[in-house]
């Protein structure tokens, strides 16, 4: 089976520090895969709320997570604190790819990378929405 691999872009709009706390970690000692997706949700909310909108309002539609990819670079421990990037890509009429980056606050270790395919939606009629053109002409590179 091919591995998955994703490239990332040469620049992120946004990062936050995200702490590991004992919650996060499993039973091999470190950072479980489904707290990763919990940390990565936790930092994609915080994406949204520094450029004034939320993931039911985007400057209208709101969002919807349709897929999600991570490819893991190396371990990460409890007590630890993430930097978690974010930056959009590939662009399609109702929606694009978040792509982020975490890495080790005190080393920059690379922890995990990934992407979050996003569908805009308009949560009143329960339907797909266009990309709002205040969201391409912020995060559009």
């Not at 009629?125 to 969201?135: C, Y």
Request: hydrophobic share 45%.
């Amino acid at each position: 089976m091919p591995r998955i691999k994703i490239a990332l872009p040469e620049t992120f709009v946004f990062s936050t520090e995200i702490p590991i706390y004992i919650q996060h970690i499993n039973y091999g000692h470190h950072l479980d895969n489904a707290a990763l997706l919990m940390l990565v949700a936790e930092a994609r909310v915080r994406f949204f709320k520094h450029f004034g909108w939320s993931e039911l309002d985007v400057g209208g539609p709101g969002i919807v997570v349709a897929d999600v990819a991570a490819q893991y670079r190396s371990e990460a421990f409890h007590g630890e604190t993430l930097i978690a990037e974010f930056a959009a890509d590939d662009f399609a009429d109702y929606g694009c790819d978040l792509v982020w980056r975490l890495s080790d606050k005190a080393g920059g270790r690379e922890v995990a990378r990934g992407k979050h395919g996003i569908v805009f939606f308009d949560y009143a009629t329960r339907s797909k929405a266009r990309v709002p053109a205040e969201f391409i002409a912020r995060l559009a590179g």
